[in-house]
């Protein structure tokens, strides 16, 4: 039988049962389905530290217009039991008469005391076992915000970077984090062979990244330190031409106000499977050319664990 498949996503955690893959994504938001349809909904939100538990299930309660359980049943009990290490916990009912877990997770360390209020929709047929979303529950973690696993891709932006805007299309992958006035972007676009179809991959990187005016970037071949699942001992990789990196503290300040000052880096490569991934910076000047490096090696393709060894 399959392992359970890491999920993260948005500073939440979880083993997902085998066949069940992300269908649905958004801030605080993930639906997880199976060939046949949806198996588990999750909403949740950040709590700040020293709030009571209790209060922050009632405000999340309403916020999803779900009334308390008076009666819960069979599963909404021993959702609840499978979660009682973790804290409160209260049964409810949506307004399609579904029944929902809420509940509060503990931050990982970083967060220092904050953690997540959740609450998870279980979507079960008739004549199911609870078991695996039993299973998955005890799971349930809460995970630093930059960290990003899901599909075939896996990701670390740099510490205080949050999820600001995604979009997951076919063939293309797209996840926005920021922090302050810096942002990185990860892409995951479709097999190379589907879509460089003989152009190469500098000239392709110029389209698709073109510059504020809508030009053409002029990439150059280049080479990043190969990662866990990368190709080889390195990542083939268009390089934007290296900008002025340092920048002067005058220039950081014209920059908070004129997003035209502010410094553009890029870099695509092929990864596991032909897969071409990318990761654009807009910052001030706070990411030296090799801590980006240390960040586009960290936005990896998966080996799915079939394949594996």
């Known amino acids: 039988m399959s392992a359970p498949e890491p999920v993260l996503w948005d500073g939440l955690g979880l083993d ?3 066949g069940w893959e992300p269908a649905a994504l958004g801030k605080g938001y993930l639906r997880l389905d199976d060939a046949d349809g949806p198996r588990l909904t999750l909403r949740w939100q950040r709590v700040k530290p020293g709030l009571a538990p209790a209060g922050v299930l009632g405000r999340l309660k309403r916020k999803y217009r779900f009334k308390q359980d008076e009666a819960p049943g069979r599963m909404a009990k021993q959702l609840g039991e499978a ?3 973790v ?6 009912l949506g307004p399609d008469g579904r029944e929902a877990v809420l509940f509060v997770l503990p931050g990982p360390p ?12 279980p979507h079960v047929r008739p004549g199911e076992s609870a078991q695996p979303w039993l299973d998955c529950a005890r799971s349930l973690r809460g995970a630093d915000q930059g960290l990003l696993r899901l599909y075939d891709v896996a990701a670390q932006a740099p510490p205080g970077f949050a999820l600001a805007e995604c979009s997951v299309q076919l063939g293309h992958f797209r996840f926005l984090y920021r922090a302050g006035s810096s942002s990185l972007e990860y892409h995951r676009f479709a097999p190379a062979q589907a879509i460089l179809r003989g152009t190469s991959l500098e000239a392709w990187a110029g389209k698709v990244f073109p510059d504020r005016r809508g030009r053409a970037r002029v990439f150059v071949p280049g080479r990043l330190p190969g990662a866990r699942g990368g190709a ?17 503290p005058a220039r950081r300040l014209a920059a908070r106000w004129l997003p035209a000052l502010r410094l553009l880096r890029a ?14 910076a807009v910052h001030t000047g706070e ?22 060894g």
């Open 16 to 18: 997902a049962p085998p």
């Open 83 to 85: 979660l009682a290490p």
């Open 110 to 121: 970083a967060t220092e005391g904050a953690g997540l209020a959740v609450l998870a929709a």
């Open 232 to 248: 080889g001992e390195g990542f083939a990789a268009a390089l934007h031409p290296p900008v002025e990196v340092q920048a002067s």
């Open 287 to 308: 990411l030296s050319p090799q801590f980006f490096k240390e960040v586009c090696a960290r936005h990896v393709v998966q080996t799915p664990p079939s394949q594996a």
């Open 87 to 92: 804290g409160a916990s209260l049964a409810c």
């Open 267 to 280: 870099a695509v490569w092929l990864g596991d499977e032909s897969r071409i991934l990318a990761v654009l």
